[in-house]
DNA sequence: CACCACAATTAATGCTATGAACTAAGCTTT
DNA sequence: AAAGCTTAGTTCATAGCATTAATTGTGGTG
């Protein structure tokens, strides 16, 4: 509605962007390859292509001989162009981690967080000094760091001070953007925990190849991610899929949010061992913390732990159901430790569940999954934020300025007129 | 994330269309506006505005004058440069609406339908026979007709073939858009009356300005539409937004759906009625129909109404509260003839009854306010489904095949070289 | 060694938006 | 009323882009 005009550089960057897309995701191919998959002229793959060769983004890696002519020559985005960093601000710990563009691992640092409302000046102390720490373990260069992106457990404005509102942390309006980038040059993204697992199970878990997923993520609390054409849904102030508070039992139990009937109530690890405390005249499952406590109740044979996990699927199911009715995704892809562990024993009955619950059509399109990736894969989704920006903009953000300072060309260049 | 190329043309189409957009939705406006509006050179808005001038879709419309110097010329999108036809396929009626390119209703055709489960074959013939009696009507040329939207009360999937699934007409899989084009050389566009309204909404009503905001409808029957970034949100087989059947109150009320506690079951017309026929001791609400008997209980001054209505309030407030957390809009429309019923009298109720079961932050993000514009608006809503393709593609559509064969210029063409 | 098949690059062409120069149209001042 | 000023809009030369067509590169085959 709002949209603005379009220049001729507008086109190539978008059309570097497809090309780099396509080379990302479906790993090598040759210009051929590209060609029909983008719909540009071979001219232009190669014009283009060349041009990101040059600039050091996309390397050529091997060829295919094809039946009896030259051998096609295939191409892969350079690991080593630059460098991502992902960073998990938990409940407990912060984890920061370092990924070559293939999204492998290369390094990781962790700190534990004592304070139950941590300080958000320690915090950002703690990010920017992992960057560092991360980099050099791993002996890259800091300059070579595309971006940085943070995932915090609570809602991000999407603005440029990205600013950050976590009841978990204690966190009211606090621009963890801006406070960043005063500490760094390299490029800061900031989101949501959910978000960014869910972006992870996307690319590289679950969610591969759907267009429309949404991700539910159950553990003491209970959220989503929801996936629409490939990208995160927002809404108005990015703090869209709450999904754990919506209304599941109108007059129901009492939530920690303070309202009642709440999905999370019931579905949550804190609500069901709560509900199995009530059913089994007032005592409390076997298990230090809530995660050990779940996993005895899971393999408890009790008639009361039962029925509490019966009425537990019945909930999720419900809950589930909604999900589809609303945003009819084709694909849901069940996470979190609580949401697994459930998930891993009960996943038929919770598919039954859902069915008693939502509507035939929308059910019958949607499958549903379990997450691929551990917990960790928070600081890797992480990571993609910065990946995204690069590919949306076909890598142009660092070399544009770049271009214009070193007149002198890379070292490996390849030379492109003799 | 499959995106392709871009060519010269698309930059130039993608240009007109953002200016094409800009004079119809911000009225009549000068080429100087235009350019800072769109970010475009004054000498690219002349260059384009002339072309749409020369083709007939953009005229000139008066001057204003300005400080000391040449007038300003303004300019609008011709009214008469095409016409759209929209139709409503209700359960009871179809209804057949002409307007121009300022959304002027210029005629209307109505037919009633008999069946209870209309066929398909019928209801395409009343259509056809409705575009020409609309044409005829208003004396407009039907080659002029840029393009017929259809709205149907089920979900619509989005092929070519405009597959149409609808329960209340018993309508499994009926592609009413390869039907419609069997009949007809006009662009045809099939959706969702939910759909439209809710677009009709969005550009007319008490959506303006938003651009992410939910159409929450309830009448006998209970769904939304959900609008983001300015279009409609469909997921991934176009039925999103079955808000009637997301679950409020697990194991509660029998849904027609075959589910409990849906929605539906308690803030649809049908569920509050029955709702108040039980706590009344089996002894129904006065009124003929539906809608005079709600009627009768708003007025109703009895405690057994009064309580039945605190419930309704207090369910549709979660949920509302639901759609809030779910989608984070900036604005919940309330409509729908039940919908419009309760919110005029109830709306501050409602409001506080969504307090009470959102998350406060989206909560004091979203305003709720109630529709503006009566259900014949569902009909225009499908008008704007053509319009939205010609603002999408800046009416390149029709005069891209015309102009390779009309070489002569159109009457009143403005002479462009002399 | 000539020839063929396929891959990739280069050259020529046409379309696009842009900035600068220029024309148009009204008002104000002399 | 003529010159000058101010703002609006158009024309023209230019540079960037993707495209088609022609050309070069690289292997196998008869």
Redesign the pocket.
């Known amino acids: 509605m709002d949209a603005r005009?379009?220049?001729?550089?507008d086109?190539?960057?978008?059309?570097?962007a497809v090309l780099l897309t396509r080379i990302w995701l479906d790993g090598p191919l040759?210009?051929?390859?590209?060609?029909q998959a983008t719909?540009?002229?071979?001219?232009?793959?190669?014009?283009?292509?060349?041009e990101m060769?040059d600039e050091g983004l996309v390397e050529?890696a091997g060829?295919v001989?094809?039946?009896?002519?030259?051998?096609?020559?295939?191409?892969r985005v350079a690991p080593g162009y630059g460098y991502l960093v992902g960073a998990d601000v938990g409940e407990t710990r912060i984890q920061v981690e370092l990924f070559d563009l293939t999204m492998t691992a290369l390094a990781k640092a962790e700190y534990p967080i004592a304070a139950a409302e941590p300080d958000p000046g320690a915090v950002v102390a703690h990010l920017l000094h992992g960057l560092t720490a991360v980099t050099e373990q791993a002996g890259v260069d800091p300059d070579a760091v595309l971006g940085l992106g943070v995932a915090v457990s609570g809602t991000v404005e999407r603005t440029a001070d990205a600013v950050v509102h976590a009841q978990t942390l204690g966190w009211e309006g606090v621009p963890l953007g801006a406070m960043l980038r005063a500490g760094t040059d390299i490029p800061v993204h900031v989101d949501n925990g959910a978000k960014t697992l869910g972006q992870a199970e996307m690319w590289f878990g679950a969610g591969r190849g759907a267009r429309h997923a949404v991700v539910a993520l159950v553990g003491s609390g209970v959220g989503a991610a929801v996936i629409t054409d490939g990208v995160s849904y927002r809404g108005a102030h990015s703090s869209a899929g709450e999904w754990g508070h919506t209304t599941i039992a109108y007059g129901g139990r009492q939530c920690r949010c303070g309202n009642l009937g709440c999905l999370e109530a019931y579905v949550g690890a804190e609500g069901i061992l709560d509900r199995y405390r009530l059913a089994n005249r007032g005592r409390p499952a076997a298990g230090g913390d809530e995660e050990s406590a779940l996993g005895e109740l899971l393999r408890s044979s009790t008639g009361t732990a039962a029925t509490v996990l019966d009425d537990t699927v019945g909930y999720l199911g419900a809950g589930v159901a909604t999900l589809i009715n609303l945003f009819n995704p084709e694909r849901v892809v069940l996470g979190g430790w609580a949401g697994l562990a459930l998930g891993e024993r009960f996943l038929p009955r919770i598919r039954e569940a859902t069915a008693r619950h939502a509507l035939r059509q929308p059910y019958a399109q949607a499958s549903i999954e379990l997450c691929q990736l551990g917990p960790d894969a928070v600081a890797m989704g992480a990571a993609t934020l910065p990946m995204v920006r690069l590919l949306r903009d076909g890598g142009v953000s660092r070399s544009a300025g770049a271009a214009r300072i070193e007149a002198t060309p890379r070292p490996g260049r390849r030379p492109?007129?003799?």
């Open positions: 005009r379009t220049t001729v550089r086109m190539r960057r978008a059309n570097r040759s210009r051929h390859e590209l060609g719909a540009l002229s071979l001219a232009s793959v190669s014009n283009l292509v060349g060769i050529e060829s001989e094809s039946d009896g002519g030259r051998p096609r020559v295939l191409l492109r007129t003799r």
